[in-house]
């Protein structure tokens, strides 16, 4: 490969003279002193690589992302001579082999290179150590949104960081702070759900949990968000496609969630890779510099999605070439670019400076990010990996945190005549594609991109049927698979009448359908709606005697509208992770009371969705089901809306009360209200206090969740809950993020009980 050393950098390198004695390798100064002393010894060329990270393809031996083991010639090419500062990806392999790799690729750069800076390494640990063999798992974000309790989003970053801090993974690429708005959009699993202030809520624990772990220490790690912003929500519903959205829907919604992260100390953020309005994000100084920059205040790195400088060239065509695209990005506020299989950047940026098309002082800026952060995070007195903790991988305590975090995200939907809990069934007729499948259970992100195949999940992972065969060790349980059902246009009389029979010779019947594991466009969908074998298969199955119970495995809202009364219970089991077999189950016997509510609304329709908080609209519509008549739908056209989730005990919400009926600047309002347990049993509800302000200058949603908290009772027990509003929280942005305050009546609701009172500003 070319060498893209300009003049002045060998003059530089030949003039160095360093006598051990510089100031950045002092951990006695201030950060500040250390990038400033540093980057004034680095040659321009060493700049451009500290602002590229590259995959390991480009490094190790075989050209494959399973392939960790580093190739010692290509990986000094690529440190030494080119003063690459960042690397990415890999699978999932054992310990001692991350180990391995990254204490060679560590020593390379820091005992070989002229001044010594070390790389950092980033990876896609979405939910758990998930590119790591034996790891702990964690349910999919979705998952997380939907237990209402950010305890679980804290641990998912904890757990994360003690199991690979260790090995040399500094730069962890989640959480996911994008919003789950599109039900279409194939990477709705990833976010925590389609509310601001709960993915806000959930990505700031998890910034927590993953940046400040005291049990890694002096070892830190970085969270990342992304994908900012806007990229969740694309008309078309596909993956990188384009979304229209005005600036005041930006900071009304997408924004909050990423402010949250931001307000909690988020190092690093990873671009949209797609455009809004017309835009692609990775060019826009508008949304990269003037909004995240100057309105949000982040001052950390900004660094690319795969390939997204590339991709102004030959994906959304506003640069002719790669130079113009390098020039558009950085100017934008790029700071590093994931390339990340070339050194195109490099050398396009390299003659953008010498050229003076863009001055070093803006190469400056994003190098003292990267600097600053790699200080931060002690890499400079703390490089190689220790290999310190291999015992707590995968431990029983992480696995128990994975595993409370599945049960308390699995979301009943329905449940006629108290079909759940089935007790001591005898026997169990078990169906569906996820009913002995590890990897449903993960979904992508999980060993590999795509999720792994099912032979690399550990032996010890339960599926369905085998932990439905722990959960009731007395009953026959008889796994059907797809040849066991007759065919209804092609079978006889008789077979179906045997089939029949032999479904009411159950006591329960099990349907675990949904969805295989994908990732990103692969995940690219033309009909929400489940696929359509599932469904003629659950009509089926529904003819029989026998409770037919319905578990969705799925990363998004698969449409079950034509068969939802049909089924006698529905989990929304999401993507539970490696211990959700085990959760589901304990579900279904009663062992676990369901908790979990749904954090998107269930669509009830292909072609038309409303989040929970959409705005006021005509919401009539000509129903023919019913005899062409005018019916409303809004809310109502959600058969599990937002906060939706039953369990088998119930909650009596009372006394709602405010502390006053009018809320001003310097006046607070405290509302309380008591919640009772009136079941039979235990269990937690997640109280959600929403507000409904009537009148503004800018259309309000219909409500909006402002609070929530979970919590448990006993059989008899009730507690009292506060929320204090301010009417600092009830002001909305404008186009330009200025916050305009709300005015007028206002409600106030949890559970099925609402309070009116009045703002007076």
């Given at each position: 490969?070319?060498?893209?050393?300009?003049?002045?950098?060998?003059?530089?390198?030949?003039?160095s003279?360093?006598?051990?004695?510089?100031?950045y390798?002092?951990?006695?100064?201030?950060?500040?002193?250390?990038?400033?002393?540093l980057?004034?010894?680095?040659?321009?060329?060493e700049?451009?690589?500290?602002?590229?990270?590259?995959d390991?393809?480009?490094i190790?031996?075989?050209?494959?992302?399973?392939?960790?083991?580093?190739d010692?010639?290509?990986?000094?090419?690529?440190?030494?001579?080119?003063?690459?500062g960042?690397f990415?990806?890999?699978?999932?392999?054992?310990?001692?082999?991350?180990?391995?790799y990254?204490?060679?690729?560590?020593?390379?750069?820091?005992?070989?290179?002229?001044?010594?800076i070390?790389?950092?390494?980033?990876?896609?640990?979405?939910?758990?150590?998930s590119?790591l063999?034996?790891?702990?798992i964690?349910?999919?974000?979705?998952?997380?949104?939907?237990?209402?309790?950010?305890?679980?989003?804290?641990y998912?970053?904890?757990?994360?960081?003690?199991?690979?801090?260790?090995?040399?993974?500094?730069w962890?690429?989640?959480?996911?702070?994008?919003?789950?708005?599109?039900?279409?959009?194939?990477?709705?699993w990833?976010?925590?759900?389609?509310?601001?202030?709960?993915?806000?809520?959930?990505?700031?624990?998890?910034?927590?949990?993953?940046?400040?772990?005291?049990?890694?220490?002096?070892?830190?790690?970085?969270?990342?968000?992304?994908?900012?912003?806007?990229?969740?929500?694309?008309?078309?519903?596909?993956?990188?496609?384009?979304?229209?959205?005005s600036?005041?829907q930006i900071?009304?919604?997408?924004?909050?969630?990423?402010?949250k992260?931001?307000?909690?100390?988020?190092?690093?953020?990873?671009?949209?890779?797609?455009e809004?309005?017309?835009?692609?994000?990775?060019?826009?100084?508008?949304?990269?510099?003037?909004?995240?920059?100057?309105?949000m205040?982040?001052e950390?790195?900004?660094?690319?999605?795969?390939?997204?400088?590339?991709?102004?060239?030959?994906?959304?065509y506003?640069?002719?070439?790669?130079?113009k695209?390098?020039?558009?990005a950085?100017?934008?506020?790029?700071?590093?670019?994931?390339?990340?299989?070339?050194?195109?950047f490099?050398?396009?940026?390299?003659?953008?400076?010498?050229?003076?098309?863009i001055?070093e002082?803006?190469?400056?800026?994003?190098?003292r990010?990267?600097?600053?952060?790699?200080f931060?995070?002690?890499?400079?007195?703390?490089?190689?990996?220790?290999?310190?903790?291999?015992?707590?991988?995968?431990?029983?305590?992480?696995?128990?945190?994975?595993?409370?975090?599945?049960?308390?995200?699995?979301?009943?939907?329905?449940?006629?005549r108290?079909?759940?809990?089935?007790?001591?069934?005898?026997?169990?007729?078990?169906?569906?594609?996820?009913?002995?499948?590890?990897?449903?259970?993960?979904?992508?992100?999980?060993?590999?991109?795509?999720?792994?195949?099912?032979?690399?999940?550990?032996?010890?992972m339960?599926?369905?049927?085998?932990?439905?065969?722990?959960?009731?060790?007395q009953?026959?349980?008889?796994?059907?698979?797809?040849?066991?059902i007759?065919?209804?246009?092609?079978?006889?009389?008789?077979?179906?009448?045997?089939?029949?029979?032999?479904?009411?010779?159950?006591?329960?019947?099990?349907?675990?359908g949904?969805?295989?594991?994908?990732?990103e466009?692969?995940?690219?969908?033309?009909?929400l709606?489940?696929?359509?074998?599932?469904?003629?298969?659950?009509?089926?199955?529904?003819?029989?005697?026998?409770?037919?119970?319905?578990?969705?495995?799925?990363?998004?809202?698969?449409?079950?509208?034509?068969?939802?009364?049909?089924?006698?219970?529905?989990?929304?089991?999401?993507?539970?992770?490696?211990?959700g077999?085990?959760?589901?189950?304990n579900?279904?016997?009663?062992?676990?009371?369901?908790?979990?509510r749904?954090?998107?609304?269930?669509?009830?329709?292909?072609?038309?969705?409303?989040?929970?908080?959409?705005k006021?609209?005509?919401?009539?519509?000509?129903?023919?089901?019913?005899?062409?008549?005018?019916?409303?739908?809004?809310?109502?056209?959600?058969?599990?809306?937002?906060?939706h989730g039953?369990?088998?005990?119930?909650?009596e919400?009372?006394?709602?009360?405010?502390?006053?009926?009018?809320?001003?600047?310097?006046?607070?309002?405290?509302?309380?209200?008591?919640l009772?347990?009136?079941?039979?049993?235990?269990?937690?509800?997640?109280?959600?206090?929403?507000?409904?302000?009537?009148?503004?200058?800018?259309?309000?949603?219909?409500?909006?969740?402002?609070?929530?908290?979970?919590?448990?009772?006993?059989?008899?027990e009730?507690?009292t809950?506060?929320f204090?509003?301010?009417?600092e929280?009830?002001?909305?942005?404008?186009?330009?993020?200025?916050?305009?305050?709300a005015?007028?009546s206002?409600?106030?609701?949890?559970?099925?009980?609402?309070e009116?009172?009045?703002?007076?500003?």
């Amino acid at each position: 490969m070319e060498h893209f050393q300009s003049q002045s950098d060998l003059n530089v390198l030949k003039d160095s003279k360093l006598d051990g004695g510089e100031a950045y390798r002092n951990p006695k100064l201030p950060v500040f002193d250390r990038v400033e002393d540093l980057l004034n010894r680095m040659t321009l060329y060493e700049k451009i690589g500290q602002m590229t990270q590259l995959d390991i393809t480009m490094i190790n031996t075989t050209g494959e992302q399973k392939d960790v083991a580093l190739d010692p010639v290509k990986a000094r090419e690529m440190v030494l001579e080119h003063h690459i500062g960042s690397f990415l990806n890999g699978e999932a392999v054992p310990a001692r082999t991350w180990f391995e790799y990254m204490r060679q690729l560590t020593r390379i750069a820091v005992e070989e290179t002229r001044l010594g800076i070390p790389v950092i390494y980033g990876i896609d640990h979405i939910h758990g150590a998930s590119y790591l063999e034996g790891a702990t798992i964690f349910p999919q974000s979705i998952n997380i949104g939907a237990s209402f309790n950010p305890e679980h989003a804290r641990y998912t970053g904890l757990v994360t960081a003690i199991e690979v801090a260790d090995l040399g993974h500094h730069w962890i690429f989640t959480p996911i702070l994008d919003l789950g708005v599109q039900p279409l959009w194939p990477r709705l699993w990833e976010t925590y759900g389609e509310d601001p202030h709960l993915a806000g809520t959930m990505g700031a624990a998890y910034v927590d949990g993953l940046q400040n772990c005291e049990e890694t220490a002096p070892r830190k790690l970085a969270a990342t968000g992304k994908h900012f912003l806007g990229y969740s929500d694309p008309r078309s519903g596909w993956d990188r496609t384009p979304a229209q959205l005005s600036m005041q829907q930006i900071h009304e919604f997408h924004r909050p969630s990423f402010q949250k992260a931001v307000d909690a100390g988020l190092r690093t953020i990873m671009t949209n890779s797609g455009e809004i309005n017309g835009v692609p994000v990775v060019a826009s100084h508008d949304i990269l510099t003037k909004l995240l920059r100057d309105q949000m205040g982040f001052e950390g790195v900004v660094v690319t999605d795969w390939e997204d400088i590339g991709k102004l060239v030959n994906f959304h065509y506003t640069a002719e070439n790669f130079k113009k695209a390098t020039y558009d990005a950085v100017m934008a506020g790029v700071d590093m670019s994931m390339t990340p299989l070339h050194l195109d950047f490099n050398s396009s940026l390299l003659e953008l400076v010498e050229e003076g098309h863009i001055p070093e002082q803006r190469i400056d800026e994003s190098v003292r990010r990267i600097l600053t952060l790699k200080f931060e995070l002690g890499l400079f007195e703390n490089p190689y990996p220790s290999g310190d903790r291999f015992e707590c991988i995968g431990s029983s305590d992480h696995r128990r945190k994975a595993l409370e975090a599945a049960r308390e995200s699995i979301v009943l939907l329905k449940n006629d005549r108290n079909t759940l809990p089935a007790s001591e069934p005898r026997r169990i007729g078990l169906f569906g594609m996820s009913a002995d499948s590890k990897r449903n259970l993960c979904g992508g992100w999980t060993l590999s991109w795509q999720g792994g195949r099912e032979a690399e999940y550990p032996d010890d992972m339960l599926t369905i049927y085998s932990a439905l065969k722990a959960e009731y060790p007395q009953a026959e349980i008889i796994l059907h698979g797809p040849e066991d059902i007759p065919n209804q246009k092609s079978a006889s009389d008789a077979e179906m009448a045997d089939f029949v029979k032999m479904l009411n010779g159950m006591n329960m019947l099990v349907y675990a359908g949904g969805e295989e594991p994908y990732c990103e466009f692969a995940g690219n969908i033309t009909d929400l709606r489940l696929p359509g074998n599932q469904t003629d298969e659950l009509k089926l199955l529904s003819g029989s005697e026998s409770p037919l119970i319905l578990v969705l495995v799925q990363g998004r809202p698969r449409l079950i509208t034509d068969i939802v009364d049909d089924i006698d219970a529905i989990i929304f089991a999401g993507l539970p992770g490696l211990e959700g077999a085990t959760a589901i189950a304990n579900v279904i016997s009663g062992k676990v009371n369901p908790s979990g509510r749904m954090p998107v609304s269930y669509p009830m329709s292909p072609n038309h969705y409303l989040p929970y908080n959409h705005k006021r609209s005509n919401l009539y519509f000509v129903d023919p089901q019913k005899a062409n008549q005018i019916v409303q739908g809004g809310a109502a056209a959600s058969p599990f809306p937002f906060g939706h989730g039953l369990g088998y005990t119930t909650f009596e919400y009372s006394e709602l009360k405010l502390s006053d009926r009018s809320i001003s600047r310097n006046r607070h309002l405290t509302a309380r209200v008591t919640l009772t347990n009136t079941g039979q049993v235990e269990g937690m509800e997640s109280v959600l206090w929403f507000t409904s302000t009537r009148t503004g200058r800018i259309t309000r949603p219909v409500k909006e969740l402002r609070h929530f908290e979970k919590i448990s009772l006993k059989p008899g027990e009730s507690a009292t809950l506060e929320f204090v509003l301010s009417a600092e929280m009830l002001a909305y942005p404008d186009e330009n993020g200025k916050l305009i305050p709300a005015s007028g009546s206002c409600d106030i609701m949890t559970g099925n009980l609402k309070e009116s009172f009045r703002i007076d500003l």
